[in-house]
């Protein structure tokens, strides 16, 4: 069974960084992509980026290029999003998701079976 752990959300002023974990367990790296998504109050859930965990091609949204970093330490099984230059309206929960498929090809909420709990990201302005 696959388990996803956020961490590491919290409250940031605009123009700040921040960076959430996502600890997974029970999946095999070669055939996996983790995905990064969030969900702002009376907002639709959003896909933000995705990595392949068997050779890391990232995917951003257009909304976070530049901005955001996906990363992976396979050796600890953790994903990472750094992100900088933060604004009011990234607030939101941010979920990881995982997917079993190794590529992030079609990065579609849709694909993802496996998500964590989820963990709050609030930019003041």
């Known amino acids: 069974?696959?388990?996803?752990?956020?961490?590491?959300?919290g409250l940031v002023q605009a123009g700040g960084s921040l960076r959430v974990s996502c600890a997974a367990s029970g999946l095999s790296v070669d055939d996996y992509a983790i995905?990064?998504?969030r969900q702002a109050p009376g907002k639709e859930r959003e896909g933000v980026?995705?990595?392949?965990?068997?050779?890391?091609?990232?995917?951003?949204?257009?909304?976070?290029?530049?901005?955001?970093?996906?990363s992976t330490d396979n050796a600890?099984?953790?994903?990472?999003?750094?992100?900088?230059n933060l604004k009011p309206e990234?607030?939101?929960v941010?979920?990881?998701?995982?997917?079993g498929f190794s590529h992030c090809a079609g990065f579609r909420e849709s694909y993802f079976g496996s998500w964590g709990q989820g963990t709050q990201v609030t930019v003041s302005s």
């Open 35 to 37: 995905g990064w998504f």
């Open 1 to 9: 069974e696959v388990q996803l752990v956020e961490s590491g959300g």
């Open 94 to 99: 941010y979920y990881c998701a995982a997917r």
């Open 76 to 84: 600890k099984n953790t994903v990472y999003l750094q992100m900088n």
């Open 90 to 92: 990234d607030t939101a």
């Open 49 to 70: 980026s995705c990595i392949s965990l068997s050779d890391g091609s990232t995917f951003y949204a257009d909304s976070v290029k530049g901005r955001f970093t996906i």
